[in-house]
């Protein structure tokens, strides 16, 4: 099946900084999405993105479909962004059936 | 944007017994759902899909005498953790699929003691 790799694991911010988290799958996808997961278990869909690139407030993707690989990236980070930050993948455009990446765990500091 | 809820939200239970767990979409029709698993500190692992008036797909691994899913309407799954013992605690996920957008429930914290 298919890998999804997930890096840094884990990532301590200053509020304020930016970061990058990256997403790396070991096969063509035509389905990768980010989601936000809050310390309550709560997960929030961030993006659907299989290639190209989006915006939405502080947060950007990018995904080199071609490359295999994804980066989020979070501008002037706050506390409420603090959680875990998982990207999925799968073959199909329109399903559900993903597959997670480990995860990474965001910890932002006033 | 769709919400899903789950109930309840954490559940504990003696070793033995059986506990049901609802998802429910609750302003969109979903004729599909799909269960998670997610232990302490890792990642999601799919446990099965749930469809609407059929059997539902399980992953392989997954024991489907023990996870019993059953999507009777368009608006609810259920997953019932039969004979439960220590080793099914975990966080069960429901997650329900729109168009580009997976939407999940928050969630259902099961104990077995």
């Known amino acids: 099946g298919i890998q999804v790799e997930q890096s840094p694991p884990d990532l301590i911010l200053q509020e304020g900084a930016n970061s990058t988290l990256r997403c790396n799958f070991s096969d063509s996808v035509n389905n990768l999405q980010w989601f936000h997961q809050n310390p309550w278990g709560q997960l929030i869909n961030l993006f659907y993105?299989?290639?190209g690139t989006k915006q939405n407030g502080r947060l950007s993707a990018t995904t080199v479909a071609t490359e295999r690989y994804s980066l989020l990236y979070i501008s002037s980070s706050q506390t409420t962004d603090s959680g875990v930050y998982f990207c999925?993948?799968?073959?199909?455009?329109?399903?559900?059936?993903?597959?997670f990446g480990q995860g990474t765990t965001l910890q932002v500091k006033p | 944007g769709a919400v899903v809820s789950q109930h309840p939200s954490r559940v504990i239970c003696k070793s033995g017994t059986s506990v049901k767990i609802e998802c429910r979409s609750l302003d969109f029709q979903a004729t599909t759902m799909f269960w998670y698993r997610q232990f302490p500190k890792k990642s999601l692992m799919l446990m099965a899909t749930?469809?609407?008036?059929?059997?539902?797909?399980?992953e392989q691994g997954v024991e489907k005498d023990k996870f019993l899913i059953n999507h009777a309407s368009l608006t609810l799954s259920t997953l019932t953790v039969t004979s439960a013992h220590p080793e099914d605690s975990s966080f069960y996920i429901c997650?329900?699929?729109?168009?580009?957008?997976?939407?999940f429930g928050p969630g259902t914290r099961l104990t077995v003691l």
């Open positions: 997650s329900a699929t729109q168009p580009d957008t997976q939407y």
């Open positions: 993105i299989p290639s």
């Open positions: 999925a993948v799968a073959r199909a455009s329109n399903t559900g059936k993903l597959i």
């Open positions: 749930s469809n609407e008036g059929s059997k539902a797909t399980y």
